[in-house]
């Protein structure tokens, strides 16, 4: 079982932006950072999540059930209802991600439970400036 916590932080809204993935497996932890140098704080999130996947596509097999955390309300709603109005490109692109694993048990979280993620992606968008 892997979990997945991604976040994004964008300075402006749109603006540069910063993606962050932690990932854990068993006793190991993955750290990873992006950057954006334009989105809006949504669209951030979408990306964030897209990156986590496909290190994950990349580096694991498919037949693991994955454990994704986000404090994105609209992120996770959109992927639990596989609809949004104004992310629909995001999420179908996102969506062929998830489709590699059997299970991904989507969860929204309160921001204080993401920490990792947000401090990875608060570091990413420090490396813009």
Same mark, same amino acid.
């Given at each position: 079982?892997?979990?997945?916590?991604?976040?994004?932080?964008?300075? $402006?809204?749109? $603006?540069?932006?910063?993606?962050?993935?932690? &990932?854990?497996? $068993?006793?190991?932890?993955?750290?990873?950072?992006?950057?954006?140098?334009?989105?809006?704080?949504?669209? $951030?999130?979408?990306?964030?999540?897209?990156?986590?996947?496909?290190?994950? &596509?990349?580096?694991?097999? !498919?037949?693991?059930?994955?454990?994704?955390?986000?404090?994105?309300?609209?992120?996770? !709603?959109?992927?639990g209802k596989n609809y949004t109005k104004h992310y629909q490109a995001e999420?179908?692109?996102?969506?062929?991600?998830?489709?590699?694993?059997?299970?991904?048990?989507?969860?929204?979280?309160? !921001?204080?439970?993401?920490?990792?993620?947000?401090?990875?992606?608060?570091?990413?968008?420090?490396?813009?400036?």
């Amino acid at each position: 079982m892997i979990k997945l916590y991604t976040d994004a932080a964008t300075k $402006g809204n749109p $603006g540069p932006t910063g993606l962050g993935a932690l &990932i854990l497996v $068993g006793h190991q932890q993955f750290q990873l950072t992006s950057t954006l140098p334009q989105a809006d704080n949504h669209q $951030g999130e979408f990306v964030a999540a897209r990156f986590g996947f496909d290190y994950l &596509i990349r580096h694991f097999p !498919d037949e693991q059930t994955v454990l994704f955390y986000t404090d994105s309300r609209l992120l996770s !709603d959109a992927i639990g209802k596989n609809y949004t109005k104004h992310y629909q490109a995001e999420l179908a692109q996102l969506n062929e991600r998830l489709a590699h694993f059997p299970t991904v048990v989507t969860q929204w979280i309160p !921001d204080r439970q993401n920490g990792g993620a947000h401090h990875l992606a608060n570091q990413a968008l420090q490396s813009l400036e």
